[in-house]
């Protein structure tokens, strides 16, 4: 079945201007979270949904970050006021989330929304 | 101290060669650990998991010492398509958090 998918593939904008990147989870994966991986540098985690559970927002790095997810399909991130050092690709990942304390099922990554703050 | 250390290398081997990543994390509640590659500007995909006994999967075997903190990764007889960043990532909290990685790059 299809992937995970992310739009837009590459987004530049302005310093200041808000942006909305937007995740297509694997159709039933009940988990969906969003990385933000700089240039040469890991993964960090910003958020995590799952169900309809109140997300895990510990890894958003400001207030001007924010996510929601309808349901247990597509979830928006959206960056308010982005900065030059919001520049970094945008991951979102989707699993089958279905035991209660391990991540036992394997996370599918999206190819990655790349954004470039001038 | 970050969370999860690898070596960030590189790594320059020989096709055939032998080569052994390791990694350390610094939360002991750690509760469940994986290898994932990662190709030049594509996103992660899953190698491995990694369990306390050890397990192997063809060329490759993972290893998890939960007293050290410490995992490991070993390629047999790599391949020119080994080449990749390998990044350790551990879970806690149904929280993963990636390792810097590992660049490998294998040489024909």
């Known amino acids: 079945g299809a992937g995970v998918s992310q739009s837009p593939s590459n987004k530049v904008t302005e310093k200041g201007k808000d942006v909305e990147l937007r995740c297509d989870p694997i159709s039933g994966h009940t988990a969906l979270y969003w990385y933000r991986q700089r240039l040469g540098q890991g993964l960090e985690f910003l958020i995590y949904f799952q169900g309809n559970s109140a997300p895990d927002k510990s890894g958003l790095p400001s207030d001007r970050f924010s996510a929601e997810r309808t349901g247990e399909s597509v979830s928006t991130l959206t960056i308010q006021r982005t900065q030059q050092e919001d520049s970094a690709v945008y991951l979102c990942?989707?699993?089958?989330?279905?035991?209660?304390?391990?991540?036992?099922?394997?996370?599918?990554f999206g190819p990655g929304t790349r954004l470039t703050v001038l | 101290r970050k969370e999860v250390e690898q070596d960030p290398g590189p790594f320059n081997v020989p096709e055939g060669a032998t080569v052994a990543f390791n990694c350390t994390y610094s939360?002991?509640?750690?509760?469940?650990f994986f290898w994932y590659r990662q190709d030049c500007r594509k996103e992660p995909k899953l190698l491995m998991s990694v369990y306390s006994s050890g397990n192997e999967d063809g060329r490759f075997t993972a290893q998890l010492n939960r007293a050290s903190q410490y995992i490991s990764l070993l390629i047999r007889d790599s391949k020119l398509s080994d080449s990749a960043t390998y990044l350790c990532v551990v879970n806690w909290a149904r929280q993963l958090t990636f390792g810097s990685g590992t660049q490998l790059t294998v040489l024909p």
């Open positions: 990942a989707s699993s089958f989330d279905a035991s209660g304390g391990e991540i036992t099922d394997t996370q599918y």
């Open positions: 939360n002991s509640a750690s509760q469940s």
